[in-house]
């Protein structure tokens, strides 16, 4: 079967080597996904261990499209009944980008319209719209004049993974930590501090990652699982084999934040993975806050805005570029931020930056090391 795992923006790369690396077959970079095919085995492999996976699909039908006529006529011929039973639930996504769509929610109408249609004239029955939690989430894809149909095997995405049951304002997405912690080239070594760390999402997925934790080991349930077809005992299998592969977590993992309640719901985040993690989570001001080890990899998400609290967001960035040149020396700083303006206030020259999308919102990650004289790391 052809599998589509989706991503975002800028993470193409990295998910291609991590389900190259997971399925040891040939991935093809797409616009924010990797394509493959794969088997049911892979599937769940790619479900349960992905890291930077958003969902992953499962491609049903291809055909050619051009107006809405054609649309209808095409999705009643395709032979839905194999993919859905009489009496499970369905809903109807779409991606379009085409001439002669421009309506994408109109073409989702339009297909649960044939689906709904065909399945009237087999049974005389109409099968239920069930949106938040439906048995079968199948998305229409139009590019031009190519449709075709997929079936999402996830269900709810992959950042939502089950450990992140307590969240401050603005946290970013656990799928774009995983991959700015790959981005950044972590090793899981490197003593890694989280100096605003919020509600602990970069702590929580450096902890995943530096102890081989599959990351959909904490989640409730998978839309694969609930097929008729599900193979429960290679699903197990896999399950047992995840659990079996965790090992201890090697690298010194530290996070502050000035909010006390950020460290209660990091602590209850970090828990949620491990019971007694090894992260050490303090409440603390970063302008006060000395560097707790010699050296390492800094990665600090400040607040876009800080208005409310009555303080000059600039100024707050410049406080922090000065924080870091005098006190974060031999550092690996890298800051993760939506507020353009403010960034340019840190007043450090970055030697990279990467665009990134959390959620909606455009942000920059950059990077600045913190060297005196000629001392460089190998990575920068
Ligand atoms: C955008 S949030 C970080 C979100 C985090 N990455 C997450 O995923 O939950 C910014 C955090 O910076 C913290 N913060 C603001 N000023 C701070 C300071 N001076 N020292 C330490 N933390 C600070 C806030 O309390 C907030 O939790």
Known sequence: MKIIVRTYAGV??????????????????ERRAVSLDGNTEDLYKINLWSRLAIDVLV??????VTDEDDLYNKVTNFKWEEHLLDDETFSFSSIVNS?????????????KDALVDRFKKRTGKRPNVERKNPDKHF????????????WNSTGDPLFKRGYRTHTVEAPVNEVLAAAILDLIEWDCKTPLIDPMCGSGTFLAEALIKSCNYAPGLNRKQFAFEKTSDFKKELW???????KSLINECKAPIFGYDTDNEAIHFSTLNLENIFPNNSVKLESRDFFELEKPIEDGLLIMNPPYDVRLKNI?????????????????????AWVF???????????????????????????KLIHLPIYRGSKKRASS
């Open 99 to 111: 001439n002669n769509f421009r309506h994408s929610q109109y073409v989702a109408l339009k297909a």
């Open 236 to 242: 197990d299998n896999l399950i047992e084999e995840a």
């Open 12 to 29: 193409e790369e990295l998910l291609k080597k991590e389900i190259e690396s997971l399925t040891k077959k040939p991935v093809l970079v």
């Open 337 to 363: 931020s939506g507020n353009f303006s403010a960034l340019k206030k840190l007043g450090l020259k970055p030697n990279k930056k990467i665009i990134l999308f959390n959620g909606p919102l455009e942000c």
């Open 139 to 150: 998305i229409i894809r139009i590019s031009e004049k190519n449709g075709s149909i997929l």
């Open 59 to 64: 491609h049903l039908y291809a055909f050619r």
């Open 312 to 332: 000059n967001i600039e100024e707050f960035y410049e406080n922090i570029g000065s924080r870091l040149k005098h006190f974060w020396e031999n550092y690996d």
